[in-house]
């Protein structure tokens, strides 16, 4: 009777009892279902020479995408009706806004791996490019593939399939140019539309190339060791200029190097010139934005991110001469992406200003007057894009998931955007690990007094920050809505930003000791739960945690380590044995020194100390995770009679790329804590 009775708390705390027939019990509103449910915008581009722009718009897993002009209503571009798990990505506006193109179907995170069915059907699903009118019409079928892009004239569009490159004409039929080998990525046209630009991707190095698509002719611009990154043609097509660079080897002092340089070439001759290269120190290594990384301006300069400060931040360097380069945007933040604004004069830059936990637009004149903010308010501004001289951002608050918006005096949607209902605001907090580093975190609080059952909550990545309102990316949103819904069910719930996260300067991001060398962010884990037992309104018997991805690793961590502390755990998609190959510059004795650390930093090393029960949850066909991480660990808790369920999606990824799946997880998950956290005291 036991477990009947914790399936009925569970299955009511899901909103699943049946009324009896005979008495019509008004339908419970099922709040977790429709906040999940809310539209939520991604991948919005601009046209360059038209204020048009296109986006997708997720609702309740189905995906379409829109389409808006400045000065007139949005229009949906696509009619699709079903929670299919097809992505839509890769979306390109010709110059002029009239064409659009897109690709349905793939991994976007993934894009030359096997195609993933999450919805398991019968016929695997394809990976396809489309080209659609922004005035309407029927989306016409390019072809396999993904990564188009439109010749600056938008009669050609190139796309690439597996080391192919493609190119379709309009009222033809799509051909293979070349086959490459390895990823192509950043695929791009010379300003006159004559070549193709492109980097081929090889594992653990790249070169960046040219493609001549009446000749057929491939040429490699200055192959070399390592990665070569982010190619931008110069305004007249007549240079090139890419970022190269190399991984620091395993065991290297954090200021090592440098490891970065920024190389030019000419198109003509194909002859190569080092313009600068990192110097040794701060910076010495190449860390990217979450956005386009190189740009050439019409004034002959080149934009690129640079940490010399300690902070990513815009530097501008001369495209001819060189030289030292000079921080477009100095202060104690982060820039998380940057552009230049249409007249070719300013910078364009979502960052952090005088704001941690939040993103805000600004622009910074060439002239060297003030940054001047953009974006006004309480809520989040990010992934700013052009359309013309027009400026749309992605915006999200508390209550409104990711919506775009044209930035003209504060932020005007492009679309009305719904808000959930009953949010509370979650409210920033500072506190302390054992070791003295300051942890950022957002505390949803419970409604009513008394002592409440709290949870932590654990982003993945690492390189990620959780914000102070719904967050622009899918996943975290998801995971923001059920934080919320949590919060309404009675808990306290602290999201916390541990060290290895984004946001806070590149001393917080490298600290020493990370992940198999230590696993020092969970110091800041330690330190979350430990700050909310000690608050008055916690019930410290009743803590849990929960995580996907790098944070179902820590809180899987959290409940080996620290099951006095940590009462319940819902893992998602987690790593639980840190074990991996040694890289072959290390001696035998400290290959076996690593070997002991990635075990002592790992959950299945402490294990034995576990005695919490978990909740494990993981698609099969996850390409970050594998899944049989889960399996691993699920065998070890068995062996040692430690309480723990499961929830598997056969074909699913990591990112869940089925609605419904999110939705099963999160009952799931709120049941599983109602039943440990609520129902049962220890």
Do not use: C
């Not at 009947?4 to 005979?22: N, T, Y």
């Not at 660079?245 to 065991?251: N, R, S």
């Not at 300051?438 to 949870?455: D, N, S």
């Not at 060398?517 to 330190?527: C, I, K, N, T, W």
């Amino acid at each position: 009777m036991i477990w009947w009775g914790r399936l009925l708390v569970a299955l009511w705390g899901a909103g699943l009892m049946l009324a009896p027939a005979s008495a019509a019990a008004p339908a419970r509103r099922d709040a977790l279902a429709e906040a999940l449910a809310l539209p939520v915008a991604g991948e919005l581009v601009g046209a360059r020479d038209a204020p048009r722009f296109a986006w997708v718009e997720t609702a309740a897993g189905v995906r379409n995408i829109w389409f808006a002009e400045r000065g007139h209503a949005a229009r949906r571009l696509t009619a699709f009706t079903e929670d299919d798990g097809q992505p839509l990505s890769d979306l390109a506006l010709s110059s002029d806004g009239a064409h659009l193109a897109f690709v349905r179907g793939g991994d976007p995170d993934y894009r030359d791996d096997a195609l993933p069915n999450a919805a398991s059907d019968a016929e695997p699903p394809r990976q396809q490019t489309f080209v659609a009118g922004t005035a309407g019409g029927e989306p016409l079928k390019v072809g396999d593939g993904h990564s188009p892009t439109f010749s600056p004239d938008g009669a050609r569009l190139a796309f690439t399939r597996r080391g192919e490159i493609w190119l379709w004409q309009r009222d033809g039929e799509a051909r293979r140019l070349a086959s490459i080998g390895g990823e192509i990525r950043r695929l791009q046209w010379s300003p006159d539309g004559a070549r193709l630009l492109f980097v081929s991707h090889r594992g653990d190095y790249s070169f960046v190339a040219l493609l001549d698509p009446a000749s057929l002719r491939v040429r490699f611009l200055d192959p070399g060791l390592g990665f070569a990154v982010e190619p931008v043609f110069s305004p007249d097509g007549r240079q090139i200029a890419f970022i190269r660079h190399l991984d620091a080897p395993a065991g290297a002092a954090r200021d090592s190097g440098p490891y970065w340089s920024i190389r030019v070439v000419d198109t003509a001759s194909g002859a190569a010139r080092e313009l600068w290269a990192a110097p040794p120190g701060a910076g010495s290594r190449y860390y990217e934005s979450r956005g386009q990384d190189l740009f050439w301006t019409q004034s002959g300069h080149l934009v690129f991110p640079w940490e010399r400060s300690g902070w990513l931040h815009p530097y501008v360097l001369d495209a001819t001469d060189g030289g030292t380069p000079i921080d477009l945007t100095p202060g104690a933040f982060e820039v998380e992406m940057f552009m230049p604004d249409a007249d070719g004069r300013s910078i364009l830059y979502a960052g952090n200003a005088g704001d941690p936990d939040r993103r805000h637009i600004w622009r910074r004149p060439g002239s060297g007057a003030p940054p001047e903010r953009l974006s006004d308010g309480k809520g989040i501004e990010t992934a700013p894009v052009l359309g013309g001289t027009a400026l749309a951002v992605i915006a999200t608050d508390v209550s409104h998931p990711a919506y775009p918006a044209l930035v003209e005096k504060g932020l005007r949607p492009l679309k009305p955007a719904p808000a959930a209902q009953a949010f509370v605001t979650p409210e920033p907090v500072l506190f302390r690990a054992e070791d003295g580093v300051e942890v950022h975190g957002q505390l949803f609080r419970a409604r009513g007094p008394g002592k409440h059952p709290a949870i932590v909550y654990v982003h993945g990545g690492p390189r990620r920050q959780m914000l102070l309102g719904f967050h622009p990316s899918g996943y975290y949103s998801n995971a923001y809505v059920f934080n919320q819904h949590l919060a309404a069910r009675g808990y306290h719930v602290l999201s916390v930003n541990y060290r290895s996260g984004t946001g806070y300067g590149s001393a917080f991001r490298d600290a020493p000791d990370l992940a198999r060398g230590g696993a020092s962010e969970y110091r800041d884990v330690l330190a979350a739960g430990r700050w909310l037992a000690a608050r008055g309104d916690v019930d410290p018997a009743r803590i849990g945690i929960w995580g996907g991805s790098w944070g179902g690793y820590l809180t899987a961590l959290g409940l080996a380590r620290n099951s006095e502390l940590f009462a319940a755990g819902v893992d998602f998609h987690g790593v639980h044995s840190m074990l991996r190959p040694l890289p072959g510059n290390l001696s035998p004795d400290a290959q076996a020194a690593a070997r002991q650390l990635q075990w002592d930093s790992s959950p299945l090393g402490a294990i034995d100390r576990w005695r919490s029960p978990v909740l494990l949850i993981h698609g099969d066909d996850d390409r970050n995770v594998d899944f049989s991480q889960s399996v691993l660990l699920a065998r070890e808790l068995a062996a040692r009679r430690i309480p723990w369920r499961e929830l598997v999606f056969p074909n699913e990824r990591h990112g869940f790329l089925v609605h419904e799946h999110w939705l099963a997880s999160f009952r799931a998950a709120e049941a599983f804590f109602e039943e440990t956290l609520k129902a049962a005291r220890r």
